[in-house]
């Protein structure tokens, strides 16, 4: 039988050149960590962050909360548009939204699925500031502006830290 080799303290030399092999990967775990940590804080986690943000699209719904439980029902393959509640939803989710000046990154959102959208939103959102929306511009850029008094009364008011908004049907007055 063979003799087992030991090491200078009396252990099995297998034994004692595992556990200096073992002390040797901790040393240069514990001298790697820190680097190892700033490469998965610095890059790695921006790039998850990214790629959640890329697939994740709540700012439809947090900024038009009201359109989006107001479209949930309608089916976009019909022909029909949706019901007057939608558009209703619309202008009361825009108004809120420029009043917090929401409305463009919005628009910047959804100008990544369809090309326009943000300008449109800006204008939107810039016609709101303006007060009542009810100028009309005419295709040769002469702008017409209705007086107030032809408008319906309206019956619903919303008021936010800028404005007073004033919404419903004539028929729910």
């Known amino acids: 039988m063979a003799e087992t080799m030991l ?4 252990t099995p030399l297998k034994r004692s050149l595992a556990r200096a092999l073992r002390r040797q990967k901790m040393r240069a775990l514990a001298l790697i960590a820190p680097l190892l940590l700033f490469v998965v ?3 790695i986690v921006p790039i998850a962050s990214m790629l959640f943000r890329s697939v994740e699209n709540e700012i439809v719904s947090n900024t038009l909360p009201y359109t989006v439980e107001a479209l949930a029902s ?5 022909d029909a548009l949706p019901s007057e509640d939608a558009f209703q939803a619309m202008f009361f989710d825009m108004f809120v939204a420029a009043e917090a000046k929401r409305h463009t990154r919005l628009g910047t959102r959804l100008n990544y699925e369809t090309t326009g959208l943000s300008s449109l939103f800006r204008q939107s959102g810039r016609k709101l500031d303006k007060g009542d929306g009810s100028d009309k511009r005419h295709s040769d850029g002469r702008q ?4 107030s008094e032809h408008r319906q009364p309206q019956c619903i008011d919303i008021h936010t830290q800028r404005r007073r908004l004033v919404l419903a049907h004539p028929e729910d007055c």
């Open 7 to 10: 090491a200078a303290d009396g």
């Open 41 to 43: 804080i610095t890059f």
């Open 74 to 78: 309608w089916d976009a393959n019909q």
């Open 144 to 147: 017409e502006r209705h007086s």
